[in-house]
């Protein structure tokens, strides 16, 4: 069985112990979050949500916090001598899921 779920402006496809990578959410090491189903599926039969499929939801326990690797933000104008260099590391929050609860 699998599930879309929506965190952080995406959409993840998951299904039961899968260890997923979000922008970051509110919760502690340990503690389990919820989350509504966009869409549930098994095999080749798929139930979609207008948004959300009535009943259905996702459960997952939360790894850690964390951070993404670093990226360079490098902005120039040529023939000016302007240069910016700026990196730049996002929140992330590991998921395990636990649980998928079809309606």
């Given amino acids: 069985m699998y599930a879309v779920i929506e965190t952080g402006g995406k959409q993840y496809r998951i299904a039961k112990d899968d260890v997923i990578s979000v922008e970051k959410l509110e919760a502690e090491a340990g503690k389990t979050v919820e989350f509504q189903a966009l869409a549930v599926g098994e095999g080749a039969s798929l139930t979609v949500?207008?948004?959300?499929?009535?009943g259905a939801r996702v459960v997952a326990e939360v790894v850690e916090q964390t951070r993404a690797p670093k990226i360079i933000v490098f902005k120039k104008q040529r023939?000016?001598?302007?240069?910016?260099?700026?990196?730049?590391?996002?929140?992330l929050t590991t998921l395990r899921i636990t649980e998928i609860v079809a309606a």
């Fill in 49 to 54: 949500g207008k948004p959300h499929v009535a």
């Fill in 79 to 91: 023939r000016k001598n302007h240069r910016r260099k700026k990196g730049h590391r996002q929140h």
